[in-house]
């Protein structure tokens, strides 16, 4: 019993690495949508998060089309996020020290059960500037499993050093409301285990341009 609940108790305290898994669900809000065959594809069906100890994070989209979303990373050291779509020799990279949304409105609250656990929930609502789209942003949260919010202090784009001082923990669901669609991540799998730092290192054959 001892044992157990040490080993539990040092786990909740160590920040979490390992891989979570989410199925995704695409919903348009109306018919008429600029470009939606091409945000149709982008997402794919399934998402995989990879956290490592350093606060470094890859997402892996899997089915998505020949024009969608392969992979995301964000480095700690560098503070920047990388993206690479199918089919593009092209990484894309950007600091996220600074926020491309503009803050309107943050609401808090009790909400759904998620893996047999209850949950809270973060509501915060802005816009774009440069396109002055709104986005509203709902992160679901039950603070298992730990991350340690000083490992993503300078990430703040869409206010995610923000969230995690109070979810300390990664989002269980997601919902983002954009003008013309809704998109949700609800989580399958937490799996806490050891990654290779190989999932981590960004491709050397192609090149990489700053947006």
Known sequence: MICIFCTSFCWSQETFEGVITYKIELTFKKEDVPNKAYIAQKFGDTLKIFYNKKGDI???????????????????????????????????????????????????GTSEAILNKPSKYILIKGYVAETNEMVHQKFYYTGFPYLNPALFKNFKEFFLDEILKTSKSPFLKKTLEMDDFIITYTVIKIERKFLSPKIFKLPKNIPQKKT
């Open 58 to 108: 890859h997402k892996k989209y899997i089915g998505s089309g020949a024009q969608g979303y392969d992979f995301h990373t964000y480095k700690t050291n560098t503070n920047n996020f990388y993206a690479k779509w199918e089919n593009i020799d092209t990484l894309y990279h950007y600091n996220v020290n600074e926020n491309i949304l503009t803050f309107l409105s943050k609401e808090s």
